[in-house]
């Protein structure tokens, strides 16, 4: 099925430990992005790309690292696991930088740091 | 600074009737909003979405209207369905915002049968 992969559904770590979550689409998108999710806080933006090999800081940057070789993958790698980056995380894709015809959406990674 | 809000954290309605959720912004650099709507444990789906050039904008069951000078837009549902129980989502986004989404803190709409 066409849309946004993203691996693994679940994980746990430990406080300083080290993890890249995978982000993967087949639609052919040039824009991507990752969000966290905290409760009450709506979708954050943690770093946005907006074609392999561009990509750029948005508004959570901090304890994240990500890059873009290919139009298919958008990697979030975690340099050293916090708790304050317990959260769900969200990929999403669109062939439109606005937006205005959505943005699709993966079905999240759920992260726990302890 | 929360560029984006919602308000209402929560709404119920009883099935049949007119859903309206509401959500405000502070920044006129915003030129597209949308909605999206979210189930547990799975992604946010787009909804609808409008440009600011325009004031209303309908698909369906769904209608988004947008108040410029007020900086608000509202997301009606009419007739609402139990399936339309989901945590709601507004963003906006801005010409010269890149592929940046600003959300708002979402909106958990419950509709009783």
């Known amino acids: 099925n066409a849309g946004v992969t993203q691996t693994p559904k679940f994980q746990v770590l430990k406080t300083g430990q080290s993890m890249t979550l995978q982000c993967a689409q087949d639609?052919?998108?040039?824009?991507m992005s990752w969000y966290r999710q905290d409760p009450g806080m709506g979708l954050r933006l943690i770093h946005y790309s907006v074609g392999a090999g561009i990509t750029d800081q948005g508004e959570v940057p901090n304890g994240y690292n990500v890059s873009r070789s290919t139009t298919e993958d958008f990697p979030l790698r975690l340099l050293s696991a916090a708790p304050s980056q317990t959260s769900v995380y969200f990929c999403a894709s669109s062939y439109s930088p606005t937006g205005l015809y959505g943005y699709t959406f993966g079905s999240g990674t759920r992260l726990t740091v302890v | 600074d929360q560029q984006v809000k919602q308000n209402s954290p929560s709404l119920s309605v009883q099935e049949g009737r007119i859903s309206i959720l509401n959500c405000d912004y502070t920044?006129?650099?915003?030129?597209?909003f949308l909605w999206y709507k979210k189930y547990p444990a799975e992604g946010p789906t787009f909804l609808i979405s409008i440009s600011s050039i325009k004031d209303k904008n309908e698909d369906g069951r769904f209608t988004v209207f947008l108040n410029k000078s007020a900086k608000h837009l509202s997301l009606h549902i009419v007739p609402s369905q139990p399936g339309d129980s989901a945590v709601y989502f507004c963003?906006?986004?801005?010409?010269?915002?890149?592929?940046?989404?600003?959300f708002g803190e979402g909106t958990q709409l419950t509709v009783n049968p």
């Open positions: 639609m052919n998108h040039e824009y």
């Open positions: 920044n006129s650099m915003f030129d597209y």
């Open positions: 963003a906006a986004s801005g010409e010269t915002s890149g592929s940046r989404l600003t």
